[in-house]
């Protein structure tokens, strides 16, 4: 990780619990649950109870974007203010402090430790409520789990994601219903809490959306792109529902939908090399409310006479930025090495040599998402799957 992104992501608490609040959806009125999360409750229960949490944690979540030093969580302003001080001490540059990574110091170790619990405080919220369903017992629409237990299954909590101010995060929920007396945890709606444990015991999730609850039987193939789309509006849910459908024709939609997971800010959409979904090729990510479209290209240098039949719009993702340097007709992006690496990949586009990292630099945004383009996109994608299958000799 690289401080670039990080000193972006100072930030980074106000952002994800705005997208927290933007993604969590609106649960529908009638739906079939799935037996694994409606439990001994009715099914209209459940729905009820769904409708209500959901509503809650995101009155919580919008509370915690106005005050969070009210819940116990890092506050961004004097983080930044720290990071700045670093700089001018150390008389470092932007582009100095940039290129630093986990290795300069404990100054900056820390710094970006700080970070990292920034971020895991947007969800530190369901992240108590974990521990009471993984340690406590449902009965009587309550939570039950005493204080010395409670304590004791926060401190077990990994050191990434450690949760502090617990405490003082659970006195502040009480104005929205809450209720932990030393005992049990519950809630004045008395759906609110089974279907809480229900919810978490089945999956770790920070948004809550109702289509992990819905009944197995009832989710078809199209049910995942359709639950994506959701977040997506105009051109944008235009293009991914075009380039689905495109991956579905070529046989290349080995998908998988991720509801907002630990690394970034957002629901994901992933199309897998292969139906075991270990690597991705492409992928559709919404990064603090922005979609961000990536491709994974290793063997573009077998093909760029193909990209360069393609329309401009294609053609642009693949070009020189203009922040970068042409020097005797090659663009160097693969800097970390020298000469010395073996991972670099060479390419041939329009007249100049792009010199990448083949350990870094393979992921490519698509960054004008115009619906009718999706087929290139696919027929880029198609074109590597051939290039990877393609049998290779071994190096001696």
Same mark, same amino acid.
């Given at each position: 990780?690289?401080?670039?992104?990080?000193? #972006?992501? &100072?930030?980074?608490?106000?952002?994800?619990?705005?997208?927290?609040?933007?993604?969590?959806?609106?649960?529908?009125?009638?739906?079939?649950?799935?037996?694994?999360?409606?439990?001994?409750?009715?099914?209209?229960?459940? &729905?009820?109870?769904?409708?209500?949490?959901?509503?809650?944690?995101?009155?919580?979540?919008?509370?915690?974007?106005?005050?969070?030093?009210?819940?116990?969580?890092?506050?961004?302003?004097?983080?930044?203010?720290?990071?700045?001080?670093? &700089?001018?001490?150390?008389?470092?540059?932007?582009?100095?402090?940039?290129?630093?990574?986990?290795?300069?110091?404990?100054?900056?170790?820390?710094?970006?430790?700080?970070?990292?619990?920034?971020?895991?405080?947007?969800? +530190?919220?369901?992240?108590?409520? %974990?521990?009471?369903?993984?340690?406590?017992?449902?009965?009587?629409?309550?939570?039950? =789990?005493?204080?010395?237990?409670?304590?004791?299954?926060?401190?077990? +909590?990994?050191? $990434?994601?450690?949760?502090?101010?617990?405490?003082?995060? =659970?006195?502040?929920?009480?104005?929205?219903?809450?209720?932990?007396?030393?005992?049990?945890?519950?809630?004045?709606? #008395?759906?609110?809490?089974? $279907?809480?444990?229900?919810?978490?015991?089945?999956?770790?999730?920070?948004?809550?959306?109702?289509?992990?609850?819905?009944? #197995?039987?009832?989710?078809?193939?199209?049910?995942?792109?359709?639950?994506?789309?959701?977040?997506?509006?105009?051109?944008?849910?235009?293009?991914?529902?075009?380039?689905?459908?495109?991956?579905?024709?070529?046989?290349?939609?080995?998908?998988?939908?991720?509801?907002?997971?630990?690394?970034?800010?957002?629901?994901?959409?992933?199309?897998? $090399?292969?139906?075991?979904?270990?690597?991705?090729?492409?992928?559709?990510?919404?990064?603090?409310?922005?979609?961000?479209?990536?491709?994974? =290209?290793?063997?573009?240098?077998?093909?760029?006479?193909?990209?360069?039949?393609?329309? %401009?719009?294609?053609?642009?993702?693949?070009?020189?930025?203009?922040?970068?340097?042409?020097?005797?007709?090659?663009?160097?992006?693969?800097?970390?090495?020298?000469?010395?690496?073996?991972?670099?990949?060479?390419?041939?586009?329009?007249?100049?040599?792009?010199?990448?990292?083949?350990?870094?630099?393979?992921?490519?945004?698509?960054? &004008?998402?115009?619906?009718?383009?999706?087929?290139?996109? $696919?027929?880029?994608? #198609?074109?590597?799957?051939?290039?990877?299958?393609?049998?290779?000799?071994?190096?001696?």
């Amino acid at each position: 990780m690289r401080n670039k992104g990080f000193r #972006k992501e &100072i930030k980074g608490l106000n952002l994800a619990l705005k997208s927290h609040c933007d993604f969590i959806l609106p649960v529908p009125d009638d739906f079939n649950v799935d037996p694994d999360f409606l439990g001994e409750m009715k099914n209209a229960d459940f &729905i009820q109870g769904l409708k209500a949490l959901t509503e809650t944690v995101k009155s919580i979540y919008a509370d915690m974007l106005e005050n969070p030093l009210e819940y116990g969580l890092k506050d961004p302003d004097k983080l930044l203010k720290d990071i700045n001080e670093y &700089i001018k001490t150390n008389e470092l540059t932007q582009a100095e402090y940039d290129s630093l990574g986990y290795d300069v110091g404990a100054k900056t170790f820390n710094l970006m430790r700080c970070s990292v619990d920034m971020r895991n405080s947007a969800n +530190r919220l369901i992240m108590v409520f %974990e521990v009471f369903v993984k340690f406590g017992l449902l009965s009587d629409g309550k939570i039950w =789990l005493e204080k010395k237990a409670f304590s004791s299954g926060i401190k077990n +909590r990994t050191s $990434v994601n450690k949760i502090s101010n617990a405490d003082k995060l =659970l006195k502040k929920i009480e104005s929205f219903g809450f209720i932990y007396d030393g005992l049990a945890l519950s809630h004045k709606n #008395k759906n609110i809490i089974p $279907v809480l444990h229900s919810y978490l015991k089945n999956i770790c999730e920070y948004t809550l959306n109702y289509h992990y609850a819905i009944h #197995k039987d009832d989710v078809t193939y199209d049910s995942y792109p359709n639950s994506f789309s959701q977040y997506l509006g105009g051109q944008e849910k235009k293009f991914f529902l075009n380039f689905h459908d495109s991956m579905k024709k070529a046989g290349l939609a080995n998908d998988f939908f991720a509801d907002g997971d630990l690394g970034r800010f957002g629901p994901n959409y992933d199309f897998g $090399v292969d139906d075991k979904m270990k690597r991705f090729m492409a992928r559709f990510e919404l990064w603090t409310g922005k979609l961000m479209v990536r491709i994974k =290209l290793c063997f573009i240098g077998e093909y760029s006479e193909l990209i360069e039949t393609m329309p %401009e719009n294609v053609k642009q993702m693949f070009r020189f930025r203009p922040t970068e340097e042409v020097k005797e007709g090659k663009v160097i992006r693969c800097r970390c090495c020298k000469d010395i690496c073996g991972a670099r990949l060479h390419r041939y586009f329009e007249g100049l040599e792009y010199i990448e990292c083949g350990q870094h630099g393979l992921d490519y945004y698509i960054e &004008i998402l115009e619906p009718e383009d999706a087929d290139y996109y $696919v027929q880029i994608l #198609k074109t590597e799957i051939e290039k990877r299958k393609k049998p290779r000799k071994k190096a001696r």
